[in-house]
């Protein structure tokens, strides 16, 4: 998704207001994590576009403007083609990463030498690879291995 920041950010706009209609544009911003000023512009330029629509429901000229942010059919179509992109680009993310850890794997697998090609390493949560042939110390030197 950093590849289209912007993209994105109106990705997450729509969501959000896909499922809550009941913030403000300073509870968006802060939900978000994004600028107020940013959030008002992003608002006003999906609204001139048609995907949100922006309602005022305040009664009377002395009171405080409430404004309701509503996801329109049209912003509902553009998250849904915003998903399916942005899912796109995740599922290439997730098969390049494969790709590099079977390689990195491969090369841990000869770097050991002794394990049968059908047998893969044993992985664990922390990321550490672990198997029954010898273990490469790649960290700092042990107290021992200094005094020597």
Same mark, same amino acid.
């Given at each position: 998704?950093?590849?289209?920041?912007?993209?994105?950010?109106?990705?997450?706009? =729509?969501?959000? *207001?896909? @499922?809550?209609?009941?913030?403000?544009?300073?509870?968006?911003? @802060?939900?978000?994590?994004?600028?107020?000023?940013?959030?008002?512009?992003?608002?006003?330029? *999906?609204?001139?576009?048609? =995907?949100?629509?922006?309602?005022?429901?305040? #009664?009377?000229?002395?009171?405080?403007?409430?404004? !309701?942010?509503?996801?329109? !059919?049209?912003?509902?179509?553009?998250?849904?083609? =915003?998903?399916? *992109?942005?899912?796109?680009?995740?599922?290439?993310?997730?098969?390049?990463?494969?790709?590099?850890?079977?390689?990195?794997?491969? *090369?841990?697998?000869?770097?050991?030498?002794?394990?049968?090609?059908?047998? #893969?390493?044993?992985?664990?949560?922390?990321?550490?690879?672990?198997?029954?042939?010898?273990?490469?110390?790649?960290?700092?030197?042990?107290?021992?291995?200094?005094?020597?």
């Amino acid at each position: 998704m950093s590849e289209h920041p912007l993209r994105e950010d109106i990705f997450k706009i =729509l969501s959000v *207001l896909a @499922s809550r209609d009941d913030l403000s544009q300073r509870g968006l911003s @802060s939900h978000l994590g994004i600028s107020l000023g940013k959030t008002n512009y992003m608002l006003k330029s *999906l609204a001139h576009k048609g =995907l949100v629509k922006i309602k005022n429901f305040t #009664a009377g000229s002395r009171k405080i403007n409430k404004v !309701k942010y509503i996801l329109t !059919k049209e912003g509902l179509d553009e998250q849904l083609k =915003l998903t399916y *992109l942005f899912l796109r680009i995740k599922e290439g993310e997730y098969l390049e990463l494969k790709r590099e850890y079977e390689k990195n794997i491969d *090369l841990v697998g000869s770097a050991q030498g002794d394990r049968p090609e059908n047998e #893969a390493p044993r992985v664990y949560p922390a990321g550490k690879i672990l198997s029954e042939g010898p273990i490469l110390n790649l960290g700092p030197e042990s107290k021992e291995q200094r005094m020597e």
